[in-house]
């Protein structure tokens, strides 16, 4: 089991952002091609409808009430059990808030436990925190909303993180999108772009026999290799066109995470904060291919909704579909040919039995 001590040196790093090598000129259509695919923030804020910083996380309640303390001697949410992890069997792990507070300011584990609840808002009770904030301007459209609660994907979670718990290095699922806004604490950041190689982003190269990939130590060991051999590289091999960015949030900051971007992140301090995936217009084509494939009863419903709010992006849909001779399980016509396939199949197997006992 590795020390926690170089933990504290990561308070002290500055930003890091190591720039690919100079790539050849790019003609007319590529650089359009290339606009009409970037998700960064700066684009993404270019389209919104506000023109002005938005302040919305400064006007929530959570500001106030978020705190650890409060969230400690809340009647109603101390005695919530919260989820904190999964055994090995894939479970839900959870623990009581009162119990759980008590572990934060005491635990001394390397890779401690770390409340990730998504199911708060079916609580009764604990619903109540979904009225201390809401969602930033320039995220609020989210295109899963169409399916409703119950059918779409988990998508929202508070969080409660003592110092050094994290997340390993992942991508958000269904191509989703992301903002992450810290009400308490500090956190790092590790972002890796989409063309990035996940056994890069990973480590796997720089991982020694014995050694794992938990928050702590992917950033306090995992990482300076990795940038170093990405320095040592030149920009050839597994580090051809290498860029990642390391950053720390602040209490009150918002990061946006676009969809397809590698992302970790460890805890510094005791933090409290809530984080919201979405689908925005712009990444649709990206999200109804994952989605598709990855929730099949879900998405021919999100279709149907999407021809009555959406038409265009319904279309859009169906014209993915039709290039990709994509076939949805659950469309009446698939369903129909199916069920007919099936039942000739049957047909054909009880008339062989019956051919042999003949």
Not at 258 to 271: C, E, S, Y
Request: proline content about 6%; some cysteine.
């Amino acid at each position: 089991m590795h020390s926690v001590r170089p933990f504290h040196r990561l308070q002290y790093l500055e930003c890091t952002l190591l720039p690919p090598p100079p790539r050849k000129r790019k003609t007319s259509n590529e650089e359009k091609k290339e606009k009409d695919n970037d998700h960064t923030h700066t684009r993404f804020t270019e389209s919104s409808d506000t023109k002005r910083p938005d302040r919305t996380p400064h006007a929530w309640p959570a500001l106030d009430k978020w705190n650890l303390e409060n969230l400690q001697n809340d009647p109603i949410l101390r005695e919530r059990p919260l989820k904190c992890g999964e055994d090995d069997d894939e479970h839900s792990i959870r623990i009581k808030l009162k119990h759980f507070m008590k572990y934060l300011h005491n635990n001394t584990d390397d890779s401690p436990l770390y409340i990730f609840e998504g199911s708060f808002d079916e609580d009764r009770l604990a619903k109540s925190l979904l009225t201390d904030y809401r969602v930033p301007t320039y995220f609020n459209e989210d295109l899963f909303h169409l399916v409703g609660e119950k059918r779409r994907p988990p998508y929202r979670w508070f969080l409660v993180g003592p110092e050094r718990s994290g997340t390993c290095v992942h991508i958000d699922p269904l191509a989703t999108s992301a903002w992450n806004t810290l009400i308490e604490g500090k956190k790092r950041w590790m972002l890796f772009p989409p063309h990035v190689s996940k056994g890069t982003v990973k480590g796997k190269s720089c991982i020694r026999k014995g050694e794992d990939d938990e928050a702590v130590h992917y950033f306090t060991t995992i990482l300076p290799r990795m940038k170093e051999a990405a320095v040592e590289s030149g920009g050839t091999g597994r580090y051809e066109h290498f860029e990642c960015y390391e950053f720390t949030q602040f209490a009150g900051e918002t990061v946006y995470i676009p969809d397809g971007w590698w992302h970790a992140v460890i805890n510094l301090t005791h933090t409290i904060g809530v984080t919201q995936n979405f689908v925005s217009s712009r990444t649709f084509d990206q999200v109804w291919i994952k989605t598709r494939t990855g929730r099949k009863k879900m998405a021919y419903k999100w279709l149907l909704k999407l021809e009555d709010a959406y038409p265009n992006l319904a279309k859009r849909a169906k014209e993915m579909n039709e290039r990709d001779n994509f076939v949805m399980k659950y469309d009446p016509k698939e369903v129909e040919t199916r069920e007919h396939r099936e039942r000739k199949d049957r047909e054909r197997k009880r008339a062989k039995k019956l051919a042999k006992k003949g």
